[in-house]
């Protein structure tokens, strides 16, 4: 009868560091940073904006992404808000008004509202997209007089659903 | 002199694990640098961004029943409070807004209203901060109504 082999361990030797449990924990890592962080999604969000903080709120898993259009919000010059939003793959500032009779915040929701015509009907370039929705990242220290301009142009582009981004709270019992 | 411990030392234990560990931590450490984490962040859902008469250039269908109001006139109290007037009282807690609220929808229920009859329009004033709107939003989604809306400044 063969007599069953003993496997060994192999040598400890001194001076060569054992660099597995590096691997392991690094690798964790990884998986954990690859799963939780969105690289190359860019959606336009002003970081610099201490947005207001809630409670209640719906998670971005659960939001329409890629149909939404985030508008960055701050107090502005003259009464008016400063807005900006990711179009064409840079962040741009929308105007109430331009100085030449043109209101490119309103005309940029009807655009992703509307298609290029900016007006209800059409097809392909001009088609409606009544998903669209628009993402509003305030400054909490806005006033209202700032935000009511903007949920009039959404109004106005008939944009069904606006949704105010806040900070989570986690509320303790 | 030579050292003992030096002979002892054996480099034939394994694979080279050098190089793996090299990519490894610049993989880790750009994902660090240009991942945009998510989770501390979520979205107050409105469906009535803002409820203005005007605008609409639609007549309502025939039968059409208007929702039961119900307003909140807030207003800025200076040093970051406000002051939010409902039905008959006036707070400047949003514990206490959320309760006043409740007891508005209860009353509303009992007179055969379901939450989707009833609209709750936030009249806030020109200076009212933003942070404060979204208490009082919060607590009117806190009282179990479903459609919240904001109206025109006073």
Known sequence: MKKKQRRRMPPISEGVVNVTPLIDIVMCLIIFFMLVAKIGVDTGVDRTIAIPASVLGTDIKLMDVPNSLTLNMKTGLANEPAVTALLKGSLAELKLNDGRGHNPLSESLKFFRYGQDLAPGGWGINADNPAFNVNIRGDREMDYRYLEPVLLACAEANVKTVNFSTEQVVERN | ?154
């Open chain 2, 1 to 154: 002199m030579k050292l003992r411990v030096a002979q002892k030392v054996h480099y034939n234990a394994g694979p080279n694990m050098t190089p793996l560990v090299d990519v490894v931590m610049v993989i880790l450490i750009f994902l660090m640098l240009c991942g945009s984490f998510v989770g501390s962040e979520h979205f107050l859902v409105s469906n009535l961004p803002i409820s203005q008469s005007g605008l609409g250039k639609v007549a309502p269908p025939a039968g059409f029943i208007p929702d039961e109001p119900i307003e909140i006139r807030v207003d800025s109290h200076g040093q970051g409070q406000f002051i939010a007037t409902a039905g008959k009282i006036q707070t400047s807690d949003p514990a206490g807004l959320t309760d006043q609220l409740r007891k508005m929808r209860l009353a509303l229920n009992r007179a055969g209203k379901n939450e989707d009859q009833m609209q709750v329009k936030i009249g806030p004033g020109k200076n009212v901060k933003y942070q404060q709107l979204v208490q009082v939003y919060e607590a009117a989604l806190s009282a179990g109504y479903k459609k919240v809306a904001f109206a025109r400044s006073h």
